[in-house]
């Protein structure tokens, strides 16, 4: 069974920074990706990262602001977000997949969510 369970959100200010984790188990080599949630909105893809780091993609809102990485000894994926603007306040979730894609459709197991919340 796949499970994913999010760490690190919080409160912060426009500007301010925040890294998330993505702790996984029960999955054979799964790209990982990130998305979140804004109150009365669709769920939306953040970024996602293949098995062994080399592939990474980002969507327009995030790119150059926010970092994903991952460390497979640990099992974790990261998503460093820099610079950080009140748009971004949302419920943030990881998810697996088998291919690194932004459809939403094709990402199985979902973790719990984290929420970010960033004031002006």
């Known amino acids: 069974q796949v499970q994913l369970v999010e760490s690190g959100g919080g409160s912060v200010r426009h500007g301010g920074s925040l890294r998330l984790s993505c702790t996984f188990s029960?999955?054979?080599?799964?790209?990982l990706g990130w998305f979140r949630q804004a109150p009365g909105k669709e769920r939306e893809f953040v970024a996602a990262?293949?098995?062994?780091?080399?592939?990474?993609y980002y969507s327009d809102s995030v790119k150059g602001r926010f970092t994903i990485s991952r460390d497979n000894a640990r099992n974790t994926v990261y998503l460093q977000m820099n610079s950080l603007k009140p748009e971004d306040t949302a419920v943030y979730y990881c998810?697996?997949?088998?291919?690194?894609?932004?459809?939403?459709?094709?990402?199985?197991?979902w973790g719990q969510g984290t929420r970010v919340t960033v004031s002006s």
């Open positions: 990262i293949s098995w062994s780091g080399g592939i990474t």
């Open positions: 029960g999955a054979t080599k799964p790209v």
């Open positions: 998810a697996t997949s088998r291919t690194v894609t932004a459809i939403i459709g094709e990402y199985g197991s």
